[in-house]
């Protein structure tokens, strides 16, 4: 365990389906990241929160909506969603957002839209 | 743009060899390093880290090398194991700012 629990691990929706993902830590970091993990292409960042602030959306389709209630929690509320979108959605958090430390991540959400 | 690229998306090595994963990246004002490490089914895992001011970190079997002048950033894993297999990513920043992550390297460790 790293200190980040994601959940559901795995999920399969249709596309009209409404779901959320969930995120928790407890290792008093202040800013969390979601992350799209397709096959063969780099980690795609979402959104950032730093401070339960969202202070970065990476041009993501509003079929994908973030909710951030305190610093310890994060969500993924997914409604509508494509094909596409099936990928490994991956929860980050770090100290505060441009922390030299790096992020510590959750072992991810794999994501099948059917 | 900023980019961070992987010249080899797979490395094949020998149990008991060592393993050299190259990560080139373009932004020059980048100065702080980290490579993960992702095994099936899990989130990147935090190997080591370096820093600008730094041309060369040791860890536990790992070392990290980085050239500023080619900007280009090395991880080696002596004695490689079955355990090492896996996805490695480099990843880099400037101050204040996101990482960006590189493509990713898969090493697969033959017994």
């Known amino acids: 365990e790293t200190g980040v629990t994601q959940t559901p691990r795995h999920l399969v929706m249709g596309m009209t389906n409404k779901k959320s993902l969930k995120c928790e830590q407890h290792l008093g970091h202040n800013a969390m990241y979601w992350y799209k993990q397709s096959a063969k292409k780099p980690l795609e960042l979402m959104f950032v929160?730093?401070?339960?602030?969202?202070?970065e959306n990476n041009s993501v389709p509003s079929r994908f909506s973030p909710e951030c209630p305190n610093s310890s929690h994060l969500f993924l509320h997914l409604h509508t969603l494509q094909p596409e979108d099936s990928a490994l959605y991956l929860c980050a958090s770090s100290q505060e957002q441009g922390w030299r430390g790096g992020y510590t991540f959750g072992s991810g959400t794999r994501l099948t839209v059917v | 743009g900023e980019s961070v690229g992987l010249h080899l998306p797979t490395l094949s090595v020998q149990e008991g060899d060592n393993s050299i994963i190259n990560c080139a990246y373009s932004?020059?004002?980048?100065?702080?390093f980290i490579w993960y490490k992702q095994e099936s089914g899990k989130g990147p895992q935090f190997i080591i880290d370096?820093?600008?001011?730094?041309d060369k970190r040791q860890g536990q079997r790992v070392t990290v090398l980085l050239n500023k002048t080619v900007k280009h950033l090395s991880l080696q894993i002596a004695a490689t194991q079955p355990g090492d297999s896996a996805v490695y990513f480099c990843?880099?920043?400037?101050?204040?700012?996101?990482?960006?992550f590189g493509a990713g390297t898969i090493l697969r460790v033959k017994s």
């Open positions: 370096i820093r600008s001011n730094m």
């Open positions: 932004n020059s004002a980048s100065d702080y």
């Open positions: 990843a880099e920043t400037s101050y204040g700012n996101k990482l960006v």
């Open positions: 929160y730093n401070f339960k602030e969202q202070t």
